[in-house]
């Protein structure tokens, strides 16, 4: 009695040390046969490394991995002990038991190895992304671009016609709720982790790059196979989406770190915005704290450096080209509304930035001269970037762009059928379509003016030109948007045609208020948020992502499935569980 | 007192030198720069500085924008920048900070008051690529010996 009241006690006054010992990677765990990954133990005060037994299957852990941990007595300066052992890997197929004990109870948690055929059934996989895609966003898209008369689309988008469908769990280790990091990360090395992590389990390490780590597909199709492998992003190239191809680290903000890290798997193109992250901190425009020239490294590298779109297109051209880095922006990318139509946002200062369509066809021309093919990922990044600030305009305009995108990836596919192509979002947003704002309809107040069932009707977008955006986006009847989560802001009811959207803005008490800009709008009212005042825009929704795909490996895709099973789905496809 | 030529300061010299010890030397002769004047170039390859600003360094120069919020309501030091910020760029290292801003450092403490409202920032120009030694902090621009009021 005493013993078990001292125990909870001492738990009560050590937080963030657990009661009983941690094992990664974690219970559940699905990992792919021959995939390396760290195995660690952390006991949840000091122990003696004789006292240490960790039983796999019922076999001593050194017999099954092949090698001997390293003991951490006390791991980062606390009373607690950790065993760890890096790049490890399991080849048998089948269920695995880990045991772990240092005197005490044993902890157990249980893996599952899977295996995959012996021969690809794919050549390429085109993994295409829209950050924060919901199921809104689509609709608003075929709305806008196609029309809806009488009741039936008036055409159809690129996606309506992906062959495959499914429901995606999003969730994180640590949460129902999840971000751009982990859910990618979840796609590219089949382990769930926590918010912000990239390519590891957030264990109790103190420095973000000590994590126990695991292979990302990049690094398995490196180690291989000869495919090329490409990196496409309207964001920076460091961003959490792409950064999960080829990352490791617990903090999605190790910016300057993930650069290097690009550097060290090397993907045949790499495509993006971010170059301030790979210029010497000497260089005005510099975001880093080191002199390293990541522009020149990569140049010395092999690769033809492109900085425009004219750049790009030329390099893509040349047949001999088999390595490109393309750089557009020195942080996020502008997306289709502002690059295309009103010349906002930062357009001023990068006037020659590529669409993410002709990023995508560069990526596909270079990539696909590989015999041996390629893994491609797009992602469309700003669909979550305008709709955290609850642009609507600027999202629904670019889910416009990745739909584009995915008719030239089907493009593609037409002529070369061996080519697995999935398209999906990472996690979702609290946005909805529940009608029309229409300002001919009278009076001054602008929600009188939201038109719902019957009054609703259908917005008058017009595409005279045929190249499938809205001609205009500030029409008279448009599409009436609106998030179910946000921070205090002044709804305008009305697309932002001079900038993006800032809904709200920092105080001097640290908390963020509705943005005074738009206070004076006519018809602008104020909305109190449903947020902590902490956040600034609008937060991701636990919503089920739907995933589609097309090609050989899609019939894998259906029902419900966590994110990390896809991860199983590519991996089959492209055969990576053996010695290729 | 003797006046005119001689050694020692006379009267006047005396007063004038009290004079120009307590006037805010800002005020009197100070340029007025804009945020769309601060780079010739923005490129993906880095910034260059413009003509305008290599002419103003180390002279007293004039600038309106808006505050972003420091970690202290009572700082020596803020970050002017072009529009009301969102997200401070102090506040956690993971905030990436935009081309468009100027690190004041001011001459003493003022109250940092509403954040939405602009201000005018007088100090001596500085230019070049710098790190705060106490923050760890890397700027471009700076505003030194600078003081702020609202306008």
Redesign the interface.
Known sequence: MRHQWLAAAAALLLPGLASAQTVYPIDRATILSTANFDFKVEFPNVVKHDDIKVLINGQDYEKVFGKKATFIEKEDGANASSLILRDVSIGKPGTYKIEASAGGSPVAVTWEIFGTPDKPKAKNVIFLVADGFSVAHRTGARIMSKGNVQGKAAGRLNLDDLTNMAFVGTSSTDSIAADSANTMSAYMTGQKSAVNALGVYASRAESSLEHPRQETLAELIRRKTKMAVGVVSDAEIQDATPAAVVAHTR?R?DKAEIVGMFYDVKPDVVLGGG??YF?P???????R?DETDY?AKFKEAGYALA??ADELNKTAREANQSKVLG?????NMDGALDRKFLKKGTVG??PNQPDLTEMTQAALDVLSRNRDGFFLMVEAALVDKYSHPLDWDRALYDTIMFDKVIGIARDFAAKNPDTLIIVTGDHTHGISIIGTVDDEKPGDEMREKVGTYASAGFPNYKDEDGDGYPDKVDVTRRLAVFSNNFPDYYETFRPKLDNPF?P?????K?Q?VA???YKNIPGAVLRTGNLPRSE??GVHAVDDMVLQAQGPGAEKISGYMENTDIFRVVTETLALGTSR | MRHGTGRGLTRRGCLALLASTFAFPARAASSQLSFEEL?SK????????SERVKALGGQTTRMTGFMA?PLR?ESSFFVLSK??????PF????A?W??DIVVVYLRKKQT?????AAIAVEGRLEYG?WTDPET?F?S?LRLRDAHFYTI
């Open positions: 903090r903000a170059s301030a210029l901190k000497s260089t005005p425009g510099s975001k704290k522009i900085t425009n750089l557009f922006h020195t942080g200062k990068f800032v709200a803005v920092k105080n001097e640290d963020y943005n005074e800009a600034d825009t | 780079y923005i490129g993906v390859l880095g910034l260059e500085f919020p309501a529009i009301p910020m969102a997200l401070c506040c956690s290292s993971d990436d935009p081309e940092f008051v509403q954040y939405n690529s760890g890397v471009l």
